[in-house]
């Protein structure tokens, strides 16, 4: 069998089946143009026959092929981490708009540290820290930040609750203080559909009613922000409002909720002033 005998044949799309043959056979697109007609060894065969059928089970290709492209970075990924999204990419830039120069950032359940990672690349004047409560996850950022050259410090803990041997958790010292929280409701039908099936359920949902964790980080964050810092939160789509009004209940001031590309809620973000 040839390439192109194999990409006509696969009953995935075309692009991921694309996807899949440079993977296994660590050919570029060219080469797939250029060298359909090559036979097709039985060792990639048989790789590819694994990968083609973990994707028809539904798994996520970003879990297959190991990666995901993320503010123009590609970001190792695993099941112990969520896959980045493009929806981040606005957290990340409303992070970047208020951060000061030599500004502090202080990312909290940071997985595969798609936020915390591209923050320190795009701004390397800011001191940024990640923290997690999950051991796998913090590999996974870990690894990021060293294949991609990012000064950012870890520290393993469940939200404020990190290892203060890190010294890096001091009160008031932060410019900014970012999360994507679990937000799903337990019980949602989007965990039972799609990649979400996949990913890490305990990154996905609060298995409350999708707030809990909004409300535990508008709490704290007030004993970790500089007078003037903001928090910034990711959130569902139908969250905008619920989320204005914890950070209002806490003290938050120039509360507001900004659109993703789509025009839905997305990042709800609040200044604190002492």
């Known amino acids: 069998m040839t390439l192109d005998q194999w990409l006509r044949q696969s009953p995935l799309p075309k692009s991921e089946a694309r996807m899949l043959l440079q993977f296994a056979g660590g050919w570029s697109r060219v ?3 250029t060298g359909g007609g090559n036979a ?4 990639v065969a048989a790789a590819l026959a694994a990968l083609q059928a973990r994707r028809l ?14 503010y123009g970075r590609r970001f190792a990924v695993n099941p112990n981490v969520l896959i980045p999204r493009p929806e981040t990419e606005h957290l990340v830039e409303a992070v970047i708009e208020r951060l000061p120069p030599q500004g502090r950032v202080w990312d909290l359940g940071t997985g595969s540290g798609a936020v915390a990672v591209t923050v320190a690349l795009e701004r390397p004047d800011a001191r940024v820290f990640a923290s997690d409560i999950s051991t796998g996850a913090l590999q996974t950022a870990r690894q990021n930040a ?7 410090a870890f520290a393993q803990g469940s939200w404020f609750e990190v ?6 958790a001091e009160k008031h010292s932060y410019d900014i203080i970012v999360s994507n929280p679990p937000y799903i409701e337990s019980g949602d ?3 039972t559909q799609g990649d979400l099936r996949f990913e890490p359920q305990n990154a996905l949902t609060d298995f409350s ?3 809990s964790c909004i409300r535990e980080l508008a709490a704290g964050a007030p004993d970790y922000l500089k007078n003037g ?31 993703d590309l789509a025009g839905l809620d997305r990042i709800t973000l609040g200044q604190y002033r002492s």
């Open 31 to 33: 080469q797939l143009i």
């Open 40 to 43: 097709l060894a039985d060792d």
């Open 57 to 70: 089970a539904g798994e996520p290709m970003a879990y297959i092929l190991g990666e995901r492209e993320f």
């Open 146 to 152: 060293a294949d991609l050259g990012a000064a950012v």
């Open 163 to 168: 290892d203060e041997k890190t010294a890096h």
């Open 189 to 191: 039908t989007h965990l």
């Open 209 to 211: 009613d999708g707030l």
């Open 229 to 259: 810092g903001w928090l910034l939160l990711e959130h569902g789509y139908n969250q905008g409002a619920a989320a204005q009004a914890i950070l209002t209940a806490n003290g938050f001031n120039q509360v507001a909720t900004l659109p």
